[in-house]
């Protein structure tokens, strides 16, 4: 039986929410590069502001990649 159901107080432990670090990182790097407002940005959703720095980071790749390849030929 759980111990908040036998009288006995929880333990707190473990992350309760999104470390505030990690929120400020996602929203100054998609704000830089889309240059879009962090009010929009700290309204969004977590899994669509990871999802759009995802696809930030993939195309710094795409560029950094092709940057790379042009200077070989």
């Known amino acids: 039986m759980p111990a908040h159901v ?4 929880r333990k707190s432990g473990g992350v309760v929410g999104y ?6 990182e996602e929203v100054a790097f998609i704000a830089y590069h889309f240059h879009w407002p962090p009010e929009r940005l700290m309204n969004m959703e977590h899994a669509e502001r990871r999802r ?3 696809e930030v980071s993939r ?3 795409e560029l950094s990649h092709t ?6 030929a």
């Open 52 to 54: 759009w720095a995802e």
């Open 59 to 61: 195309i710094n790749l």
């Open 6 to 9: 036998r009288g006995r107080a």
């Open 19 to 24: 470390p505030i670090a990690r929120l400020y």
């Open 67 to 72: 940057s790379h390849t042009s200077h070989l």
